[in-house]
């Protein structure tokens, strides 16, 4: 199948496989998926593996990316050679996808306002997945031996780098946040007009009981790192009794507020969205200045999660938008104000999905 280079709609019924396909091209661009909690997900019942490819245009050359997916592991190939590290597949494939899942984020818990910095951080700064995945282990590491007693003096191997390298994903994401914070306000006040203005803000476990607030971070990542350790110590009692460790990024939050009051609490079901539709569009708008272009945009039926006035400013910003889009819906009338306009917007492909088949439709 052949994308627009401005947008491109599949329209069907609920369950046709409009959502597999974008699974596809998140999982050409990022090695993971987008909705699929496991990689073996991603396999057709029955199937023993799955397979997707795909050609990218990008500003040095085009690149063939191959992926593919059996017993709960992937293997890739860029250009026909393999790639054993998926780091090396970023670089130039920077997505943001939009799904009926993220509207939920503002009311939910801390974990999926993490994710939502983090895959904007790595879009950002490729590096960060790679630390993530080092972070990450070191943690469960860590909390393994508080669950087993061990002796403190065991736990100091993992706390230099859970504290080093906590330190420099904490600060990334802080960066990332100050970089996008403009783009997201301006774009929440276009889409919720006489509405308390956009707030973000970090916000860091331990900010107050163990120094690490928003201070901690402006002297740099050794700072930080050392303030990390010593809060490490002195919370180890607490942390051993319950069996984790309770301060660092994977206990940080991101705040969300509209004026003083917090979005978590107070925010309406629209305005929840509001909050999300702001975030996303001020990440594409940071990348986009940052990279020149706007990154691949994939919208999973979000029209139909949005209120009128929201979906029609949303439909509006892509038509504007001279980047590539592709967005699933069940009704191809409430995305035509996607298609764009002016002299050098390209039209709009709409294709219909029927029981996982693609084909090429007119436009409504």
Do not use: W
Request: charged letters at 25%; one cysteine or more; hydrophobic letters at 40%.
């Amino acid at each position: 199948m052949e994308l627009s280079p401005h947008t491109t709609v599949l329209a069907g019924a609920n369950g046709q496989g409009k959502t597999n396909f974008l699974e596809a091209c998140y999982l050409l661009c990022t090695l993971r998926p987008l909705r699929a909690q496991r990689l073996a997900e991603l396999v057709r019942f029955g199937a023993g593996q799955a397979a997707v490819a795909g050609r990218f245009e990008l500003p040095g050359g085009a690149r063939q990316v191959e992926v593919t997916i059996a017993d709960g592991r992937r293997a890739a190939r860029v250009d026909g050679k393999p790639v054993r590290d998926p780091d090396e597949l970023f670089g130039g494939l920077a997505v943001v996808a939009f799904t009926p899942d993220d509207l939920a984020l503002v009311k939910g818990g801390p974990e999926g306002r993490r994710r939502l910095l983090d895959r904007a951080v790595q879009n950002r700064h490729p590096a960060h997945l790679a630390d993530a995945r080092d972070y990450l282990r070191a943690l469960r590491s860590r909390n393994q031996l508080l669950r087993q007693g061990a002796a403190p003096a065991l736990h100091e191997a993992f706390e230099d780098p859970l504290a080093r390298i906590g330190a420099r994903l904490r600060l990334r994401r802080e960066r990332l946040l100050e970089e996008l914070r403009g783009h997201a306000v301006r774009a929440f006040a276009e889409v919720a007009r006489g509405e308390e203005p956009l707030q973000l803000a970090y916000q860091a476990a331990g900010r107050d009981s163990d120094e690490l607030g928003a201070e901690a971070g402006l002297h740099g990542e050794e700072e930080l790192a050392g303030r990390l350790i010593a809060a490490f110590h002195r919370r180890l009692p607490r942390d051993r009794e319950r069996g984790y460790t309770s301060v660092g990024p994977h206990a940080d939050d991101l705040s969300l507020s509209l004026g003083e009051r917090p979005a978590r609490l107070y925010a309406s079901q629209g305005q929840a969205r509001a909050v999300v539709l702001a975030f996303k569009i001020g990440e594409i708008e940071n990348l986009r200045s940052v990279h020149g272009r706007a990154p691949l945009l994939l919208l999973d039926d979000v029209s139909s999660e949005l209120d009128p006035q929201r979906n029609a400013y949303l439909m509006r910003y892509l038509g504007e938008l001279q980047g590539q889009v592709v967005l699933t819906t069940t009704d191809p009338h409430l995305v035509a104000a996607a298609a764009g306009s002016g002299p050098q917007a390209a039209p709009a492909v709409f294709h219909a999905v029927r029981q996982g088949r693609i084909d090429r439709s007119e436009s409504p």
